[in-house]
């Protein structure tokens, strides 16, 4: 039998006025996997994330890390597991410095002092933040306040990231680096990932798998070619294709265009574009070596 990192079975909860915000929800993170759950607001990603990260004790279901479930851990347990970073980086910073928020994690973990500032260095280093240690929280930017609140995440060496919209609100190039950040302490690092999110044109760089919710129900699940091609499911759910296959699928069933599948990303769609266009139309072209 296969130890999931989370595994949720029939999940349910309902807040105390009475919205049923999830309804039965299953999910699977192996490890080592990247985990999105995509959804309109309102669907229940924030209350799935805080029941995982064990904020809220589910109403019905069960709720397992490694095997072990949920309720059974200690606190010093799960969070010496599970780093989670919350949607707004305002209600996770209190310390009066960069360094100070981020040892905080370790230090009340019990590691003398040196390793503490060990952890702090290696976790703001792997979030480029390292220059802004002394820094005074209230001074940082939106963009950094996430980049920190991560790094606080990332002290403690967590196993598992559960993670709430962490590229939402950040311009366009802060969150292509937030993704590629979070994707590579996935790839590289080893960190299971699971993260609710709206990124839906850089979700198939990363994601591994996609659950979509709606209501409080995990409406499907499947790998991002499967789910991001899937122009009913995510129109049933208030989403959209990635801007990219939106393209693609309008040129297919309004132009002819003879294309198997949809392509998800930019890098994808030059290359099936290339395979369509007769040699010798380009003479200009310069490189192989694009973007996925
Ligand atoms: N503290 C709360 N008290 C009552 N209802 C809540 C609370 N937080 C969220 N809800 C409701 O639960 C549902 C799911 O919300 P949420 O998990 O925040 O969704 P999402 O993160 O996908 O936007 C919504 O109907 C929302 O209004
Ligand atoms: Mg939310």
Do not use: W
């Not at 599948?261 to 266009?277: D, M």
């Amino acid at each position: 039998m296969t130890t999931y990192a989370m595994e949720l079975t029939d999940v349910g909860y309902r807040y105390p006025e009475g919205t049923v915000a999830l309804d039965g929800v299953c999910m699977k993170a192996p490890e080592g996997s990247f985990t999105a759950l995509l959804a309109s607001n309102g669907s229940g990603k924030t209350t799935l994330i805080k029941v995982m990260a064990g904020l809220l004790k589910p109403a019905s279901g069960k709720v397992s890390l490694y095997g072990t479930p949920l309720a059974s851990l200690s606190a010093r347990d799960l969070y010496g597991t599970v780093g989670v970073v919350f949607q707004n980086p305002d209600d996770q910073l209190f310390a009066p410095t960069v360094a100070e928020d981020v040892a905080f994690g370790p230090r009340n973990q019990g590691l003398d002092e040196s390793s503490v500032a060990e952890r702090v260095n290696e976790a703001l280093a792997s979030v480029g933040m390292l220059h802004a240690e002394g820094r005074s929280i209230h001074h940082l930017s939106f963009g950094e306040k996430k980049k920190v609140a991560l790094a606080g995440a990332l002290a403690m060496r967590p196993r598992l990231l559960l993670m709430d919209e962490p590229a939402a609100s950040l311009d366009p190039a802060g969150e292509v680096e937030m993704m590629r950040l979070i994707g590579n302490l996935n790839r590289v690092d080893g960190v299971t990932v699971v993260m609710a999110t709206h990124s839906i044109d850089l979700l198939p760089l990363f994601a591994n798998e996609i659950y979509i919710l709606k209501k409080g129900q995990a409406l499907r699940s499947g790998p991002a070619d499967e789910i991001l091609s899937d122009h009913e499911l995510l129109h049933g759910a208030g989403l959209r294709l990635p801007y990219v296959s939106s393209l693609l699928h309008q040129m297919k069933t309004y132009d002819g265009l003879p294309l198997d599948g949809l392509p998800l990303t930019v890098g994808e769609a030059r290359k099936r574009f290339l395979e369509l266009i007769p040699d010798g139309v380009f003479t200009g072209r310069k490189s192989d070596d694009a973007e996925r």
